[in-house]
């Protein structure tokens, strides 16, 4: 373990709680940005169709 | 300021609204969260009990604070919803669920982690825990009744009227710990006039908290913009704001 990740005997418990939260944080901006593509995305196809009929 | 309210009631200028503030919330957020770890983990003392331990109150309080936040929140749009029959509340409502369950979910993991090296286990049916477990399960519970229902405006009036009525369990959750006896320690930021803890050491809990409150804005807002989207049958503001974009 890097130096500045030991923190004593609580070590494992204070890394595994930063990096779970991290990885949440993470998850919810990757995940609402592909929610966001995908509807911008369906939008714009259905805007296309109209065009085109 | 009523004309401010209709307007933003309004899907297009809530969605132009939206565009231009989430990059702002969110590069507050990254400066904040950066800021309250790197003070978290290495700028604030050591516990003189709990030595590096409490260490995880950087991530455990904010997660935890969110979690009833962001519930206030959906159900506050929901009842707006419900009430005005305003179709952008319940887009702001669905869009809060997923955030807040994954914020319920953090704060029970964390507490769990947290709990396993101060009380020598990972989990106590205790009143403070079990009712965030509730939390959770109305999280999920919100998301699978609008999933299982496959017309609009009814999906949006049950999962409101769930909502609403699960907003009895958000002062079950934050008066536990004075309610009933608990392994649970008492509330750390509800006493910022005589705080319980340390300056030094309660400056990173807020900016963490700041940080997290700067994160759900963003990020609600940005899944609010594709629940807006999805409702939309004007398709004249959708071509104008994609062009804009």
Excluded at chain 2, 69 to 98: E, T
Aim: proline content about 4%; glycine content about 6%.
């Amino acid at each position: 373990m890097p130096e500045f990740l030991e923190f004593g005997k609580h070590t494992t418990y204070v890394v595994s709680s930063f990096s779970l939260t991290l990885v949440v944080l993470i998850i919810n901006v990757v995940s609402a940005r592909l929610r966001l593509a995908s509807r911008v995305k369906r939008a714009r196809q259905r805007l296309a169709l109209e065009e085109n009929s | 300021m009523w004309t401010w309210i209709h307007k933003l009631g309004s899907p297009p200028h809530f969605y132009r609204i939206a565009t231009r503030l989430t990059p702002w919330f969110g590069w507050a957020a990254l400066l904040l969260i950066i800021a309250g770890i790197y003070g978290g983990l290495y700028v604030a003392p050591t516990d003189y009990q709990q030595l590096d331990g409490f260490r995880i109150i950087y991530v455990h309080v904010p997660s935890a604070s969110l979690s009833l936040f962001i519930y206030v929140n959906m159900a506050l749009a929901a009842a707006v919803g419900l009430v005005w029959r305003i179709k952008l509340a319940h887009a702001i409502a669905a869009a809060c669920a997923p955030i807040g369950a994954s914020f319920t979910f953090l704060a029970l993991a964390t507490g769990s982690i947290w709990a396993k090296p101060m009380w020598g286990t990972w989990w106590v049916w205790d009143a403070r825990l079990t009712s965030e477990l509730v939390l959770l399960f109305l999280y999920f519970g919100f998301m699978a009744l609008r999933a299982a229902i496959d017309e609009e405006n009814r999906a949006d009036r049950a999962s409101a009227l769930l909502a609403i009525i699960g907003v009895i369990n958000v002062p079950i959750i934050k008066y536990s710990v004075d309610w009933w006896n608990t392994l649970h320690q008492p509330a750390t930021l509800s006493k910022l006039g005589k705080p319980s803890m340390d300056p030094d050491m309660l400056i990173w809990l807020l900016m963490m908290l700041a940080g997290f409150m700067c994160f759900f804005a963003a990020v609600v807002l940005t899944r609010a913009r594709a629940e807006v989207l999805l409702r939309a049958r004007d398709q004249k503001w959708v071509r104008q704001a994609l062009e804009g974009r």
